[in-house]
């Protein structure tokens, strides 16, 4: 249960797919969402678990960026302040028969590591350069195993802990190029010549489109966003998921070379969303996770 205060709790929406969201009349609201929301895992690994796991929640220093506040009188000194007062975790347990149960039990008693491999989403931030119209920001340098096979740039200008900026879009700043570079391989190999005030953002557009069918290996594509709204709400996928696999380096140098047709605004943050592969490897006896990386 979360209290809010009484002159936002009209104005809130949520836009996630499979929310489940109660608005009560004392100024609280429930709602259910899939743990696997806030963990990947749980999209790639279908598999049962044998032991006990525990999640781990952070939250953030402050709740500016989680409500749109909008008043008849702009206020400067407004606040508004959510207070968690429970939180459950629901979990589909099995119960298999006494054969199949003992055998899972003799693995648990023998320690034997389980491997679960998903795809793990990495974030990582910078802050622009203003009037500058061109960026070249080394993200991160990475092993082999976590190497991206999507990158995901987006940009948003004066937006953190604004209660009044809506933080659910996101701004194209007139960006003409973006490249990615692992090592020596570019993506993608030729330039996107993109063009926002003529509305010609076209490449931009259908790699987003596409990013649904090939990240769920799928032939469907529903994406949220048509051609008009991406403007407001621009995310720029990068599909490097095809990479030559033969002779692959032990580390991976992943660098982004950004361009636009204006200098960025005051206050731009760029960030960079790499989804990778990811191992972990899972003893239940001893209840350890450790990260595969080589």
Known sequence: MVKIG??????????????????QYDSTFTFLIPLRHFFNIFNDYRTVICGMQTFTFTRANNDANCFIVKEKTPSSNTTVKMDIQ??????????????????????????????????????????????????????????HVESPRYVIVCFQVEKLDKLKKDPTYFDHINITNIKLSLNVESFPTERMRLNFDNNDYN???????????????????????????????TLFVIDCSRREENERPSTVDVRLEIEAAQGFPENTRAYCIIIHDCIMEYLPLDNIVNNLKA
């Not at 557009?205 to 990240?215: A, I, L, P, V």
């Not at 290996?217 to 008009?228: A, F, M, T």
Request: proline share 3%.
């Open 6 to 23: 009484r002159r936002v709790k009209k104005l809130l929406t949520v836009e996630i797919l499979h929310i489940h969201f109660g608005l």
């Open 203 to 233: 490449e931009a557009h259908f790699r987003y489109t596409e990013f649904q069918s090939s990240y769920l290996n799928c032939s469907e594509k529903r994406p949220i966003l048509d051609y008009d709204v991406f403007k407001e709400r």
């Open 86 to 143: 429970n939180v459950e975790l629901k979990i589909k347990k099995i119960y298999p028969e006494s054969g199949i149960k003992e055998k899972l039990l003799e693995g648990v008693a023998a320690n034997n590591s389980i491997i679960m491999p998903y795809r793990q989403w990495d974030v990582q931030v910078k802050t622009l350069a203003a009037g500058a119209i061109s960026d070249a920001w080394v993200v991160k340098t990475t092993s």
